[in-house]
């Protein structure tokens, strides 16, 4: 397992080559462009998704929103993993999750929550994979992101564009 940027996890993968980084940071630059013109519209449903990821630096903050104390959050709210990571233990929906479908720690949610759909593992290794594979079609890759997914939206109208044009950046590289 290697791991990009400290956040993105490329499951069967060991190593990171210093061209494929180089890769990496495109994918990385167009999943980003999301970020400024994201449209959550407070659906609700990947609040009922496992997998929610707590990082240490951010156990303070979401206790004292959740109004515990650090060992209290920890025991009560967190299981770790095999692998060191910590996942929110009362998921589906989130223990978080409001009646009203939103979410009731929103100013201090976790950075995973706040990245998702647009710069999350599943999306960023989807667009790495589709830049260095020509023949690969993006939006079969994330079929996922269906209508049932209103973020999305935006994401599949405009994300083979985006590729198509960086795909000119691999290539030229390659030719050099
Ligand atoms: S699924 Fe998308 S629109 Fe719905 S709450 Fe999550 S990020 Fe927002
Ligand atoms: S912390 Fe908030 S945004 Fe994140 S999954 Fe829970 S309810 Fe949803």
């Not at 667009?127 to 079929?143: F, G, H, K, Q, R």
């Amino acid at each position: 397992m290697a791991v990009y940027r400290g956040k993105y996890i490329l499951d069967g993968l060991g190593t990171i080559s210093p061209e494929m980084e180089k890769n990496l940071d495109i994918a990385y630059e167009i999943c980003m462009s999301y970020r400024p013109q994201f449209p959550c519209e407070m659906c609700g449903k990947c609040c009922h998704q496992p997998n929610i990821v707590i990082k240490p630096e951010e156990f303070e903050r979401i206790a004292s929103a959740a109004g515990v104390d650090i060992a209290q959050f920890i025991d009560g709210y967190l299981i770790r993993m095999p692998d060191g990571r910590f996942l929110l233990s009362k998921t589906s929906p989130c223990v978080f999750l409001g009646k009203d479908n939103k979410c009731t720690i929103w100013k201090d949610r976790p950075q995973i929550c706040d990245d998702f759909p647009y710069a999350v593992s599943m999306f960023m290794s989807r667009v790495y994979l589709a830049l260095v594979n020509p023949d690969a079609d993006i939006l079969d890759l994330i079929s996922y992101m269906d209508g049932s997914w209103p973020c999305t939206r935006i994401i599949r109208s405009t994300i083979r564009e985006k590729i198509e044009e960086r795909r000119k950046d691999v290539a030229a590289r390659c030719l050099c």
